[in-house]
């Protein structure tokens, strides 16, 4: 995360003196009547932005390419062995195999027509007035029949016990 409070910040933000961190962890301010010349103090601001400048650029390269302890450990814990990714893999696999199963069992349960007005209405998210426009009937009709394919799907996954 960037610290609006870095040493190149509060320099640059001072044009008017040089901040530096004193031995005693105090911020330190020179100021232009603390150098013998004005050319002097402009020379060594200009050395003070470039040189926090680099730093800041280093510390940014430093923090955009590494990970810390914590979420290191957060990373490696969510790795799954080669055992634990045949399992998932095989779960994974039977999961869809009982998704299809499951989609035959609807499809088979519906007319045509149906389980297309449905899927428009449910899966694309079609307004009734839409569907009803695109097959040129009207929208009552989209909805006893969408109604209907509801029904009977409700009526399937109650006899099936199906979750």
């Not at 650029?57 to 080669?82: F, K, Q």
């Not at 009207?138 to 909805?143: K, Q």
């Not at 209907?148 to 006899?159: E, F, S």
């Amino acid at each position: 995360m960037f610290n609006k409070q870095t040493f190149y910040s509060v320099n640059k933000a001072d044009p008017n003196s040089i901040v530096y961190l004193g031995s005693d962890g105090h911020l330190i301010r020179l100021t232009c009547e603390d150098f013998s010349s004005p050319e002097e103090f402009r020379s060594w601001k200009k050395w003070s932005d470039e040189h926090y400048h680099q730093w800041e650029n280093a510390d940014h390269l430093y923090a955009n390419h590494t990970i810390s302890l914590e979420n290191l450990n957060r990373l490696t814990a969510s790795v799954l062995g080669p055992e634990a990714q045949a399992v998932q893999k095989d779960e994974d696999k039977l999961e869809r195999r009982k998704q299809r199963e499951l989609f035959n069992k609807i499809r088979s349960c519906l007319t045509d027509i149906q389980f297309h007005r449905l899927w428009m209405y449910a899966v694309d998210k079609k307004a009734l007035e839409k569907i009803a426009a695109e097959e040129c009937v009207s929208v009552p009709t989209v909805y006893e029949s969408i109604k209907a394919a509801l029904k009977n799907v409700n009526k399937l996954l109650i006899n099936s016990q199906i979750p």
